[in-house]
């Protein structure tokens, strides 16, 4: 056998040879085929060149292309031709035609393909074709190239490709990890197909995939999670190719391989678990089961373990109650017998870990189930209950509480028999909840006298269902005792229910009718019975009843009204709901002969006009006398004696006995022909009688029938229109007017357009003559002719000119519409001009209502009166409309009988108070017009209508447009636009002088001092005992609640009276029906009388009552109520000990209190009506009140008191101190004086705290599941709560604060429900209350307040002002102890802000009632303001023990991010949302193209004189010196000033001793050391005055600051820290000859403090500040440099106590004006304070300045400067700086290498707001001049300036500045001067070089570096940001031309080498001119009129300071 060896050699051997073979094969093709490719190529050719003769194809050779695919194709057309022959050619294949494909037409030469060609196959082929013609032969060669076609899909290699990669591996990402490919047979398509991904994690975005598109590289993204929930363990993918038309797939599966990230974790993190009470050791608990994402087959990242990580311990054994297997987690007891009474619920908290080490926790709470192993017993020994009597049978009275720790009790109740009286009354029967229910089986009745003693029984409890009562273990027993209360369930029990009377009708008034005497058993017998008329028995109120029963006459009795009267007596009960009892009168009323004799009818007569004497008519007469009784006929009638002559001689009277069957009747004759023409009607007087002679005169009126006998005459008539703007309807105008003597000839005329001229807007009717206007008739004037024709006369075209006047009227009027009745003259009657007088009566009654209101008076409507007055004729309703200072129907009422005498119209009775509504067309017959047609005149006015809107109607409230609307739900967001033009001021709804501003969110009214509320309101009224005042009337409703507020020493005194007037029923009307409600004070004591129209109800105090006197000169108030049931005056809402109630009870109606009267208030205008007039029964108080009245609220409403009140000696507001200021407490700006527990404290005002209330409040942001409890540290009043606190949302529901009692039983809790903010109060056992503001919204974004006041039961609830619908209270309690209801707030768990947190155990559950994404802020309760976390967590009230979800502030992301609004609007953020529209201040221009800055001043906002400014945007107002604020409404005096007694004024001098003591030790010891360390004769002064040697006759406010002496400075000892003067350290340093040496950065030697400080520090040391920031006593400047302190800090502190500082901006303090004291430093350091005046800020702008405000010089007197190397002085001439600030500023000195300077502190921060008054502003006047004259050149103007921080804000800021050295004329001249640069400093900070004055910035620099003798730089703090202001000119930013030509004069040069003039714009340097000789003071140039120069950069500092340095060494030589 061959080995193996040798056939793997042969095997391989045989290899070689093959491979041998074909690489030879090979080589022989590579190197034969290039030889044999020519070869062919020459045989080819060889081929074409073989043809014979002459015959050729047209072409040598052909190529075409044809699409795979295809077939049959004609490729191509052959043609052969020769000249040498004629024969036909004839074509054939030759070569080439492979298998047929290829064929041609032997005479057609048609070369055509017969089989498709596939492109993938072969793509060329050859074809040789022939062509013979006889015998000439030629061939050509045709290749045909085969195009390619996508007939081949893409296909990848395998359907499946994997790939692994590790989980979470973000390394190099994105990375590729697996290249997929396809190949397409297409050759075309090879390299141009496209890949694409689908599959897991492949998204538009945050793909975990992508594919390359060309290569199909796979490339992944981010890290792949492989475990749940959003991971995979295989993430599948499919890729496409695609070659355009054919798609082929595959899938990649990308395996991840796990990793260890997941921690386990349980399902639920609460684990619930039952376990067996008293179960033995081991019982299974539960198997918890935790999960772990990680791969279970990767190692051991998912193999769990379980422990147990907190166990519960057992108390005795000290060994774990339960233990778990740790591989299956199941958990069991370790211990036996788990007592569920002990412990019913155990939490473990229980770990699995996985095997790297991860872990996941999990709570078990563990549920011991119970055992019924306790004995029940009930929760009390003895139950002492209260049971109403009427209590409907089977209802529960009590729940008997029982104890039982188990919890599978089934308890069962029993009465035990005979255990006491009363027992088998009830049953007690098992309740759902465990305790027993005592139920009543038979009526209880109070009434019973042994059920009124009670009851008394035992009852007994079992928890055993078998034996129960055997097994004392599980029984108890207890005692129960009812005791019955009494209920009004008893009708009053009337002696007598039926009275029958008969009475003449002539009784007097007071008749007792009856008398009705009712007992009611209800209270024992002695239940109090009022006695009533039922109103609808009585309409016209002629009866009335006392309080004994007693029925009497109230007016007097009419037959013929009313013959009998059936009056019902209600007797009612003073329960609640009252029970009546109803008696009955039966009256019949028998005649008495007083009335006369009457024409029955007819009342007119007719006679034709021009007839002869004739029968006229038969009048009837008739009697309402009874005629049974000879009260009637026989009648008698003639024509009376004094009848007017031509009556007589026209007409004859006859009486017919026989007539109307024996009545008789009077026969009228005529005598002759009467005229109509003449008079229309006349008038027969006649005496008419009846059988008792009672005699009367009675008028007939007798009409002239018309006939046409008179022609028509030209005429013109005048129509005035009145109607509604855009109210679009027809409007009838009248008829056309001819003057014609016939008036009934109408059906006789025609009427029609003159020349055929119709007007297009007017519309004639040619048979009636009516025209009527088109509803789109323009306001104007209309001229309108017509022509009439009269067939009877023939007359034709007789012309008749018609003019119409149009004016339309905004609906707006009707609100200030009065009516007045006129019964003196109709409509028509009114409008006609007597013929004698110029003007109608209409007109001079407008003028007579013009007299007394004192402005213009319209009418607005003129109408029929709807009531015809008694005599018979018709009245009017005149509508007057006008906008006095006082209402326009109060001043009718008041002036009634002035205007009716004047004017000679009879005005009767004038709407007050009433609603209107205007009647449109469709809802009246009579159209929407009222027309008065009185031929030449015509008058067309709207239609209205008064409405009976009850409640609905406030026809005295002024309102905002704004206020109180209802706006969109949360979740819409403002519309776009929202703020563009402003609203209307017209009609201005602001009250006291208060100024309308119009905003583009409607208007708002800026109010003066003491008014309150959106329309400036003035509550308060005083009266001086003779006086009264007018407010609105009472609205018409079924219940009224007035409260108002008093203080006064008068004990009888009238308070309020609305009813009727003294001069109802005096002018022979009959006595209308009227309500009254009066409040007086009696004997100190309140007494009520109301009349609803049954029986008046008096309230009183008696004998009975201890109602205080409130005549004790302290404010209280008053609470009236009147419901449909009862009538009740609180005195002090019930806060006081004994009475403070008066009640009486009214039988049920439906009658709405209706006083159409002015409610009178302190006094009457007239006199009262007498009582017996009315039925009431006492005369009511007529003396007036004095004293001071406050908070008239009606309904809701308060009542402006102010200047619009119509009064007589009574004016606004209460004079006299606050009594918190009486109290010796006064208040500050931001507090209001309250009572609070019968004493008065000043209180801040909302968003207020702190010990003045000068600090703002802290806010706090909540957000979902978010709450505060707070933990109080002492009980707070129980019988009264109130709480306070201001928040801001958009959201529509959520909690904002509730105070509860333990385990909340009783509750006050404030809730936003719909949007509306609700009170929900629960007090047990009152039934839950909810009180809400349902008219308006209040989730608007805003910061709103809400006030709540609890008394009892009783509470009220407002928000902001608490006006109108701002304002609601809960009904009155029924008893007194309502008023007394306690609620205990829990101290630990009671309050909450926000929602209200459920917990789980340890763990919050939920938050009910969630306030989210809204702002709390100034939470107070019953006076104590609670803290508010993060920021203040606790107070010494309350401290926050639990938050969540609270963050301090309340800001709010942008909501314009990613906002664009049209043009020209912007978006404006309005916290959480935005709205788009022009900004705030700004409104849209008329042509809405853009947004313009609105000017406010026109509004005149700024009150007391003051200036208003504009600026953009906004305003601010220049205040006189006498009034401070925002717009000048604070009186300056008006501040209440601190009133110290005796004692502390004593103490106080007598520390002001001591330390006056101490300082002047200080100032000792400090001398004493001065001169031990300075030279003798060296001095120092550094000179700080005020004082003005030239000026003597006003204060000014000018600090001058001056170098007065030269001063040699010796180095001394350094003090140490321990050396002080006046208790203050004086740390100093040695003086160095270098600057540096042994130095530290920060210079003298305290390396530990931070350098570059000043003694700014020190005005906030204290305050939050570090001691570090002490290092101002040893900061330097940015050199090293030596440093001396200034002996004597004390005084340098003392110096910065007397500056006012910045205050915060949130401060109120900082709007207060502060004082800057003019400061004086002598040689010695000393300082002295003293108090200058205020000099008012004047904008320099404006005018020129005058003596009190312009600038002062700085002088150059003698200036001393110090060299450090050899500290010598040199005396150089004086240099005084004086610098003007105004007492606003903020005035600060410091120290900066050994340089004094004072820093003005510029506070631009408080420009925030909308307007502020320049006496509170920290904005500083400041001039610096260095010239000697105090008068400014005229030449010269200051020039305004603008604080570049403050930018568009237009605040002046007046600077005049020169360079220091400069004493030139120029400098004198020039406004523009600028401190060049000096010798070897040209690289000055930008600061000093960039700018001139004119926009430079204001630092005047002479501090100079002693060592390198030169100016330089401000140091680093004075170069920041915060430290340069910068100004500009007003107009342009550059010199005036008035400046510039200054400069053509030759000017004095200062410096040796340069002087410094020229003009310069903001974008050059100054010119520096050399001077002509080194020594020469003088240079010459020329004007710098056109001169250019060269540009710099331009440097803004926002924020700046102004300072200014004085260096001591070298001042003289600079």
Same mark, same amino acid.
């Given at each position: ?8 050699? &042969?095997?391989?051997g ?10 030879f ?9 290039p ?11 060889v081929?074409q ?10 072409k ?12 049959p194709?004609l ?13 036909g ?22 070369l ?28 050509? &060669?045709v ?15 395998r ?10 591996d973000?390394?190099h ?9 396809a ?22 975005t945050?793909?975990?995939f ?7 590289h ?5 890290p ?18 695609t ?15 796990d ?24 019982s ?16 051991t990242?998912?193999?769990l ?10 108390? =005795? ?13 199941? %958990? ?8 569920r009474?002990?412990?019913p619920?155990y939490?473990?908290?229980?770990v699995?870990?996985d095997g ?19 004995s ?7 139950w ?6 009427s ?5 529960t ?12 009790n089934?308890?069962?109740?029993? %009465?035990?028999?005979d ?60 005692w ?22 008969t009475?003449?009708e ?12 009712a ?10 019975v ?9 309409p ?44 009955t ?14 024409v ?16 006229v ?9 009874d005629w049974?009784?000879?009260h009637g ?7 009376a004696d ?15 006995e ?22 229309v009607?006349?008038?027969l007087?006649?005496?008419l ?11 007939i ?18 129509v005035?229109?009145?109607r ?23 059906g ?12 297009p ?5 040619a ?5 009527t ?19 009877s ?10 003019t119409?006047?149009v ?6 009027v ?8 006129v019964t003196t ?20 009654l407008?003028?007579?209502v ?15 009166s ?25 001043l009718l009422?008041l ?8 004017s ?12 209107i ?5 469709? =809802? ?12 030449r005149t ?6 209205l ?10 026809a ?8 109180w609307q ?43 001092q ?29 219940q ?10 008068? =004990?009888?005194c ?14 022979g ?12 004070l009696?004997?100190?004591r ?7 129209g049954?029986?008046?109800?008096l309230?009183?105090a ?18 009236l ?33 209706t ?37 008239? &609220?009606?309904n ?5 008191l ?9 004016w606004?507001?209460c004079? @006299? ?26 209180e ?21 599941s978010?709450?505060v ?6 009980a ?7 709480i306070?606190?201001?928040?801001r ?12 009692s ?6 006050a ?5 719909? +949007?509306?903010?609700?009170?929900k ?25 809400v006030y ?12 902001d002002?608490?006006?109108?619908p ?7 309690p029924?008893?007194l ?5 306690p609620?205990?707030i829990?101290?630990?768990e @009671?309050?909450?802000?926000g ?24 939470l ?8 508010l976390?993060?920021?203040v967590?606790?107070?010494?009230w ?8 609270v ?6 992301p ?16 309005v ?32 009150l ?19 009034h401070?604020?925002?717009h ?18 004593v ?27 300075k ?5 120092d002064?550094?000179e700080?005055?005020? =004082? ?12 001058e600051?001056?170098? /007065?002496k ?5 180095t001394?000892?350094p ?9 203050v350290?004086i ?5 160095? /000859? ?7 950065e ?7 403090l ?25 900061s330097?400047?940015?050199? +090293? ?6 002996g004597?800090f ?20 900082f709007?207060?004006?502060?004082d ?13 304070t003293?108090r ?8 320099s702008?404006?005018?020129p ?14 200036s ?8 010598h ?25 050994g340089n ?14 909308k307007s502020?008054?320049?006496p ?20 010269c103007?200051?020039q305004?300036?603008?604080h570049?921080?403050?930018?568009k804000?237009k ?16 400098a004198?001249s020039?406004?523009?001067s600028h401190v ?8 000055l ?6 700018h ?10 002479l501090q ?21 202001s ?10 005036s031309k ?25 974008s ?10 080194a020594?020469?003071r ?9 001169a ?27």
């Amino acid at each position: 056998m061959v080995s193996p060896r040798k056939r793997a050699v &042969r095997k391989c051997g045989r290899r070689w040879a093959a491979c041998w073979r074909r690489g030879f094969a090979a080589m022989a093709v590579n190197v034969l085929m290039p030889l044999l490719i020519p070869l062919g190529e020459q045989i080819t050719n060889v081929t074409q060149l073989t043809g014979v003769g002459n015959l050729a194809f047209t072409k040598p050779s052909y190529e075409v292309f044809v699409q795979e695919n295809t077939a049959p194709v004609l490729l191509l057309t052959l043609h052969a031709a020769s000249n040498t022959t004629s024969m036909g050619v004839m074509y054939g294949v030759v070569a080439g035609a492979v298998g047929g494909l290829f064929t041609v037409g032997a005479y057609s030469g048609n070369l055509t393909l017969t089989a498709p060609l596939d492109y993938e196959t072969k793509h060329m082929y050859e074809v040789i074709l022939s062509a013979l013609a006889g015998e000439e032969r030629a061939f050509v &060669r045709v290749g045909v190239r085969v195009l390619d076609a996508n007939d081949q899909s893409p296909t990848f290699s395998r359907p499946l490709f994997e790939t692994q990669i590790t989980e979470e591996d973000d390394r190099h990402l994105p990375k590729p990890i697996l290249q997929v490919s396809a190949v397409d047979g297409d050759v075309s398509d090879q390299g141009r197909l496209l890949y694409t991904l689908t599959g897991d994690g492949v998204a538009t975005t945050n793909s975990s995939f992508s594919v390359s598109r060309s290569s199909g590289h796979l490339h992944l993204l981010r890290p792949l999670d492989r475990d749940q929930p959003t991971g995979r363990a295989c993430w599948e993918l499919n890729i496409s190719a695609t070659d355009g038309i054919h798609t082929a797939s595959t899938i990649v599966n990308v395996n991840v391989k796990d990793i260890n990230d997941n921690a386990p974790f349980f399902a639920n993190l609460t684990i619930n678990a039952t376990v067996p009470e008293n179960g033995r050791e081991g019982s299974e608990v539960t198997t918890v089961v935790a999960t772990d994402y990680d791969d279970p087959l990767e190692s051991t990242n998912a193999i769990l373990t379980y422990s147990v990580e907190k166990n519960v311990i057992d108390e =005795h054994t000290g060994q774990p109650i339960f233990t778990i297997d740790a591989h299956t987690g199941r %958990i069991k007891t370790a211990l036996c017998c788990l007592d569920r009474e002990r412990t019913p619920f155990y939490a473990i908290q229980v770990v699995a870990s996985d095997g790297g080490g991860l872990k996941g926790t999990g709570t078990v709470l563990v549920t011991v189930s119970d055992k019924n192993d306790v004995s029940p017993k009930f929760s009390r020994p003895e139950w002492l209950l209260t049971v109403h009597e009427s209590v409907p049978l089977n209802t529960t009275l009590a729940f008997l509480a029982v104890d039982d720790p188990d919890v599978t009790n089934n308890f069962v109740f029993r %009465i035990m028999a005979d255990s006491g009286y009363g027992w088998e009354r009830f049953r007690l029967v098992s309740s759902d909840h465990g305790s027993g229910a005592l139920q009543a089986i038979k009526k209880l009745d109070y009434e019973d006298p042994v059920q009124r003693q009670g009851f008394r029984f035992k009852v007994q409890v079992s928890d055993k269902e078998a034996g129960r009562w055997e097994d004392e273990e599980h029984m108890d027993s207890t005692w129960v005792v009812v005791a019955l209360v009494d209920d009004n369930d008893n009708v009053p029990d009337l002696s007598t229910h039926r009275v029958n009377l008969t009475l003449s009708e002539d009784t007097p008034v007071g008749h007792s009718l009856a008398t009705f005497t009712a007992t009611d058993k209800d209270q024992g017998g002695e239940d109090e019975v009022r006695y009533t008329i039922d109103p609808s028995s009585d309409p016209f109120r002629l009866f009335a009843v006392d309080s004994v029963g007693r029925v009497h006459l109230r007016r007097q009795l009419d037959r013929e009204a009313a013959e009998r009267h059936v009056v019902r007596v209600l007797a009612v009960d003073s329960g609640a709901p009252a029970l009546t009892a109803t008696a009955t009168i039966l009256l019949t009323v028998t005649d008495v002969n007083d009335n006369a004799p009457n024409v029955a009818n007819p009342d007119t007569l007719y006679v034709l006009e021009n007839s002869g004497p004739r029968h006229v008519g038969d009048l009837k007469l008739d009697d309402a006398d009874d005629w049974s009784l000879g009260h009637g006929p026989p009648f008698t009638v003639q024509l009376a004696d004094d009848a007017p002559t031509h009556i007589k001689e026209n007409f004859a009277v006859d009486f017919d006995e026989k007539g109307d069957e024996g009545r008789g009747v009077a026969v009228v004759t005529s005598l002759g022909p009467l005229d109509r023409e003449v008079s229309v009607t006349r008038l027969l007087p006649l005496v008419l009688g009846d059988a008792h002679s009672l005699v009367t005169t009675a008028t007939i009126t007798i009409t002239i029938a018309d006939l046409n006998d008179n022609p028509m005459k030209p005429a013109n008539k005048t129509v005035t229109i009145t109607r509604f703007r855009s109210e679009e309807v027809p409007i009838p105008v009248g008829r056309v007017y001819v003057e014609d003597a016939d008036d009934w000839d109408a059906g006789d005329k025609t009427w029609a357009w003159k020349r055929d001229d119709r007007h297009p807007l007017f519309t004639l009717d040619a048979h009636t003559g009516h025209l009527t206007m088109n509803a789109h008739a323009h306001d104007g004037t209309y001229e309108l002719q017509f022509v009439v024709s009269d067939v009877s006369h023939n007359q034709r075209n007789v012309g008749a000119n018609v003019t119409v006047t149009v004016t339309s009227v905004s609906r707006d009027v009707v609100a200030c519409a009065v009516p007045a009745h006129v019964t003196t003259h109709s409509p028509r009657a009114l409008i006609t001009p007597h013929k004698l007088a110029w003007r109608s009566p209409l007109e001079a009654l407008t003028v007579s209502v013009e007299r007394v209101a004192g402005v213009d008076v319209g009418v607005l409507s003129l109408e029929e009166s709807p009531v015809p007055p008694t005599s018979g004729s018709t009245g009017a309703r005149v509508w007057f409309t006008a906008r006095p200072r006082q209402p326009l129907d109060q001043l009718l009422l008041l002036h009634r009988r002035k205007i009716s005498s004047e004017s000679g119209v009879g005005v009767t009775n004038v709407g007050v108070g009433v609603c209107i509504t205007v009647t449109s067309a469709e =809802h009246t017959k009579g159209g929407s017009v009222w027309v008065v047609d009185a031929n030449r005149t015509s008058l067309v006015t709207p239609r209205l209508e008064i409405s009976d809107s009850g409640c609905s109607c406030h026809a005295y409230r002024p309102h905002l447009a704004h206020q109180w609307q209802v706006t969109p739900s949360a979740d819409a967001q403002p519309s776009a636009a929202a703020v563009t033009q402003p609203a209307s001021c017209h009609p201005n709804p602001c009250l006291n002088g208060g100024r309308c501003m119009a905003h583009t969110r409607g208007p708002r009214c800026v109010c003066p001092q003491d008014t309150s509320g959106s329309v400036c309101k003035q509550l308060s009224r005083h009266f001086r005992g003779n006086g009264w005042a007018w407010a609105a009337p009472i609205p018409v409703c079924t219940q009224a609640h007035i409260t108002l507020e008093l203080r006064t020493t008068r =004990h009888d005194c009238l308070l309020l009276y609305a009813g009727p007037a003294d001069d109802i029923g005096h002018s022979g009307q009959h006595l209308v029906q009227e309500d009254v409600v009066s409040l007086e004070l009696v004997g100190g004591r309140p007494r009520v009388l109301v009349d609803l129209g049954t029986s008046p109800v008096l309230l009183e105090a008696n004998q009975d009552h201890h109602l205080p006197s409130l005549a004790d000169g302290h404010w209280h108030r008053l609470d009236l109520i009147i419901t449909s049931q009862k009538v009740e005056v609180i005195v002090d809402r019930c806060q006081h000990t004994g009475e403070c109630r008066l009640a009486a009870p009214l039988p049920p109606q439906d009658h709405a209190l209706t006083v159409a009267a002015p409610m009178q208030v302190g006094g009457l205008a007239h006199a009262l009506p007498h009582h017996n007039h009315h039925g009431w029964p006492t005369q009511l108080t007529q003396k007036p009140f004095h004293g001071c009245i406050r908070n008239l &609220r009606v309904n809701g409403e308060l009542r402006d008191l102010g200047e619009a009140v119509l009064g007589q000696d009574s004016w606004p507001g209460c004079p @006299g101190q606050d009594p918190c200021s009486l109290a010796g407490v006064p208040c500050t700006h931001h507090a209001r004086c309250v009572e609070v527990g019968g004493r008065w404290a000043c209180e801040c005002e909302p968003g207020r705290g702190g010990q003045d209330c000068t600090t703002n409040t802290f806010p706090a942001s909540f957000s979902a599941s978010s709450y505060v409890k707070l933990a109080l540290s002492s009980a707070l009043p129980p019988n009264t709560t109130s709480i306070q606190l201001r928040y801001r949302t958009w959201e529509e529901w959520g909690q904002l604060i509730a105070v509860t009692s333990q385990h909340g039983r009783d509750l006050a809790a404030l809730h936003l429900v719909g +949007g509306h903010v609700c009170l929900k109060l629960l007090l047990h056992p009152t039934a839950l209350t909810h009180l809400c503001l349902s008219q308006v919204l209040l989730t608007d974004g805003e910061w709103h307040t809400v006030y709540v006041h609890r008394y009892g039961t009783w509470a009220e609830l407002q928000v902001d002002e608490g006006d109108g619908p701002l304002y609601n209270a809960t009904p009155t309690p029924a008893t007194l102890h309502g008023w007394k209801t306690p609620l205990l707030i829990d101290r630990q768990e @009671g309050v909450h802000v926000g929602g209200s947190p459920e917990y789980v155990g340890v763990s919050l559950y939920t938050v009910h009632h969630d306030f989210l994404d809204g702002c709390l802020d100034d939470l107070r309760v019953s006076g104590v303001q609670l803290p508010l976390p993060p920021l203040v967590n606790s107070s010494s009230w309350a401290q926050a023990t639990m938050f969540t979800n609270v963050a301090a502030g309340c800001t709010a992301p942008s909501a314009c991010t990613n906002v664009t609004c049209e043009e020209p609007f912007t978006c404006l953020d309005v916290w959480w949302r935005y709205e788009c529209g022009c900004p705030v201040g700004s409104m849209l221009m008329r042509d809405g193209g853009a947004c313009q800055d609105m000017d406010e001043c026109v509004w005149s906002p700024c009150l007391n004189g003051g200036s208003c400014i504009n600026r953009d945007p906004s305003y601010y107002c220049v205040c006189p010196a006498s009034h401070l604020g925002d717009h000048c409404e604070v009186q300056a005096g008006s501040l209440p000033s601190l009133r110290w007694s005796i004692g502390v004024l004593v103490a106080v001098l007598v520390w002001i001793f001591i330390l006056l003591a101490v300082v002047v030790a200080a100032y000792l010891l400090h001398q004493w050391r001065q001169q031990h360390h300075k030279a003798p004769g060296a001095a120092d002064t550094l000179e700080l005055s005020s =004082h003005d040697p030239d000026h003597h006759d006003h204060q000014t406010d000018v600090m001058e600051l001056s170098v /007065t002496k030269s001063v040699t400075v010796q180095t001394q000892p350094p003090l140490t820290k321990e050396t002080k003067i006046a208790g203050v350290d004086i740390l100093q340093q040695e003086a160095r /000859t270098g600057v540096g040496e042994g130095g530290t950065e920060g210079g003298c030697g305290c390396p530990h403090l931070p350098s570059l400080d000043d003694l700014r520090n020190y005005a906030y040391e204290g305050d939050g500040s570090s001691p570090g920031s002490l290092s101002s006593c040893c900061s330097g400047g940015d050199g +090293g440099g030596d440093t001396r302190l200034m002996g004597g800090f004390q005084e340098v502190a003392t110096l910065l106590n007397c500056l006012s500082g910045p205050q915060s901006l949130e401060s109120p303090s900082f709007h207060e004006t502060p004082d800057v004291s003019s400061i004086r430093t002598t040689k010695n350091h000393h300082v002295n304070t003293r108090r200058m005046s205020t000099n008012q800020l004047a904008s320099s702008s404006d005018k020129p300045l005058s003596n009190d405000a312009r600038p002062h010089s700085v002088h150059q007197s003698n200036s001393i400067w110090v060299d450090s190397k050899n500290l010598h002085t040199k005396n150089t001439p004086k240099k005084n700086i004086r610098i003007s600030v105004s007492k606003t500023d903020t005035l600060e000195t410091g120290i900066h290498n050994g340089n004094l300077y004072l820093d003005s502190r510029l506070c631009p921060g408080f420009m925030n707001n909308k307007s502020n008054s320049l006496p509170r502003s920290k904005i500083p006047t400041i001039f610096i001049n260095n010239l000697h004259t105090e008068s400014p050149d005229p030449g010269c103007p200051p020039q305004e300036t603008w604080h570049n921080s403050l930018k568009k804000k237009k605040i002046p800021l007046s600077i005049t500045s020169g360079y220091l050295g400069d004493t030139s004329e120029a400098a004198r001249s020039s406004c523009c001067s600028h401190v060049a640069p000096l010798e070897g400093r040209e690289e000055l900070p930008s600061l000093l070089t960039s700018h001139g004055v004119c926009h430079s910035c204001v630092t005047v620099s002479l501090q100079l570096d002693s060592k390198m003798g030169r100016l330089y730089g401000i140091p680093r703090r004075s170069l920041s940001a915060s430290t340069v202001s910068c100004l500009t000119d007003k107009e342009n930013g550059a010199c005036s031309k008035a400046v510039c030509d200054h400069h053509k004069l030759e000017r004095q040069c200062v410096h040796p080498k340069c002087c410094l003039h020229g003009c310069y714009t903001q974008s050059s340097i100054p010119p520096v001119y050399p001077c002509p000789q080194a020594g020469s003071r003088g240079c010459t140039y020329t004007s710098c009129q056109g001169a250019t120069f060269p540009s710099t950069r331009s440097t803004d500092y926002k924020n700046s300071h102004i300072h200014m340095f004085v260096n001591r060494n070298n001042a003289g030589k600079k």
